[in-house]
């Protein structure tokens, strides 16, 4: 049986170690720095002033969620392991999985709804579809960072490490289509062994990362929304990766001794 | 502290685990990147923009953006690549890179090597006179480049004033101790009655032993681009 109450009581206690961290009046402050911002921008923009508007402030809050989020998890369970509560929690009558998934479900709650704190201020400036479609990705997107960051903690249990890996996983997921198709237009048409041992690793790196590239994208803010192909298939994206992040987590969460 | 085997681990774990990367790599496979076509590629942003986007340190973007650039209408499968492209949005980024890094021998190196390799005599010419004008920027740095420029102006566009104008250029503004002197030399390679492959064969010699050319791509591009030569010429009845 499921130890659905102790799940809830976790998730809940995480949320509320979130508030009492302040990080929605972070959240907060963000989206005012964020708003003078754009301000600013239409003052000095000759033309396309909504435009430039609309893809710097999208562009500056999506970054400032996903370090917010990836900062908050890492410090957060690392305080956790330092006190011992961890062991605490551990140490009640219910699984270990039970454990991971009170924790992911207080985090992705507090994910979500920065995600749709920040998606409020776009609702000045950008198209009602095309912001829905952007607020939704930020959740999912959120989501995957939130089971990596919980993945990275768990496996490497200090904060610069895991901070450092959630960022070079973030870095790398975006840009992974670009490297691929840098890598795909060498030259020569001769390739050596290195060369097709290089495309090859590249390839196999891109197959176990997200399309973050294709995700929270500033044109649908701009221009049209996602069709529904697009929109599911990022949804699928992401409910696959986030189960797969997970289960990764739990694996090593179970095999670890604490 | 040593960990658990992975025996101790839940088998309805490893089962999602294992499902959920098949899943991944599934999804990820028929989703295959699709390399950018040459509609695709936009003006380049402006200075100021790039200014900002390089924090200060423009080299390393003006690598990225050249191979950037380079990824645009070239497939394994095309048959002749680049030729789709707008020459004039190439030339745009081809002079915001040489702008970010001016002593970069890239930019020139694709304009003359990649660009000018197409079929179409307008973007052809577009692209010697791009290498022709940048030249007069750094000539003792810039000079192999217009030195292939006069080449394919004497034997693909047939061209021999265009030809000695930049064989000419050479000789005049070029004067640096490192320019080799068949370089110097250059308008008389123009003048004689050689073939493309001789011409080639000098030229891309030259380079090799002036021991200005140290990068091994860079080598082994050239050396593949005189056994094409070759290789056209031995086609050709």
Not at chain 1, 49 to 57: K, R
């Amino acid at each position: 049986m499921i130890p659905l109450h102790f799940i809830t009581t976790l998730a809940g206690t995480t949320v509320l170690e979130a508030v009492r961290n302040r990080l929605f009046w972070l959240a907060a402050i963000v989206v005012g720095v964020a708003l003078g911002l754009a301000q600013f921008l239409n003052q000095v923009a000759i033309t396309e002033s909504l435009e430039i508007q609309v893809a710097l402030l999208a562009a500056l809050l999506r970054v400032a969620a996903v370090f917010i989020v990836a900062t908050f998890i890492i410090t957060s369970m690392v305080r956790e392991a330092n006190d011992k509560v961890t062991e605490l929690m551990l140490s009640q009558p219910a699984p270990r999985s039970s454990y991971f998934l009170g924790k992911f479900a207080g985090y992705a709650f507090v994910a979500v709804s920065l995600a749709v704190v920040f998606a409020l201020p776009l609702a000045l400036f950008a198209p009602t579809a095309g912001l829905m479609a952007w607020a939704a990705s930020l959740v999912c997107e959120l989501l995957i960072v939130t089971s990596v960051s919980l993945f990275c903690v768990i496996s490497l249990t200090q904060v610069l490490s895991a901070f450092a890996a959630t960022t070079a996983f973030y870095f790398l997921s975006r840009s992974m289509a670009a490297m691929q198709v840098i890598a795909g237009a060498s030259l020569t048409s001769e390739h050596t062994f290195a060369d097709a041992a290089i495309n090859w690793i590249v390839d196999a790196i891109a197959l176990i990362l997200p399309s973050l590239d294709r995700m929270t994208r500033i044109d649908w803010l701009v221009n049209a929304g996602p069709g529904m192909d697009e929109t599911l298939g990022l949804l699928a994206q992401s409910a696959i990766y986030v189960v797969l992040i997970a289960s990764a987590a739990l694996f090593d969460l179970h095999r670890k001794n604490y | 502290m040593a960990e658990r085997p992975p025996s101790d681990v839940p088998k309805a774990v490893l089962a999602i685990l294992a499902g959920a990367l098949a899943l991944q790599i599934t999804l990820k496979m028929s989703h295959p990147v699709t390399p950018p076509a040459a509609s695709d590629l936009h003006p380049p942003p402006s200075q100021a923009s790039l200014r900002l986007a390089s924090l200060g340190d423009p080299i390393p973007l003006a690598k990225v953006l050249m191979l950037y650039l380079q990824s645009f209408d070239y497939q394994a499968l095309n048959r002749i690549p680049y030729q789709a492209l707008n020459y004039d949005t190439v030339r745009q980024w081809l002079l915001r890179v040489l702008w970010l890094d001016p002593r970069g021998q890239y930019p020139l190196l694709a304009a003359s090597r990649l660009y000018a390799e197409v079929p179409d005599e307008t973007k052809v010419r577009q692209m010697l006179e791009f290498v022709y004008e940048q030249f007069a920027g750094d000539p003792d740095r810039r000079w192999p480049w217009l030195a292939h420029a006069a080449a394919i102006a004497k034997h693909r566009l047939d061209d021999l004033p265009l030809a000695k104008r930049y064989a000419a250029a050479i000789q005049q503004h070029a004067t640096g101790p490192n320019v080799p002197l068949w370089a110097k030399q250059m308008e008389v390679f123009i003048l004689e009655d050689m073939n493309e492959l001789e011409t080639a064969r000098i030229m891309i010699g030259g380079f090799l032993s002036s021991g200005t050319i140290h990068d091994p791509a860079e080598i082994r591009f050239l050396d593949q681009r005189l056994r094409e030569i070759e290789a056209r010429l031995k086609s050709q009845p």
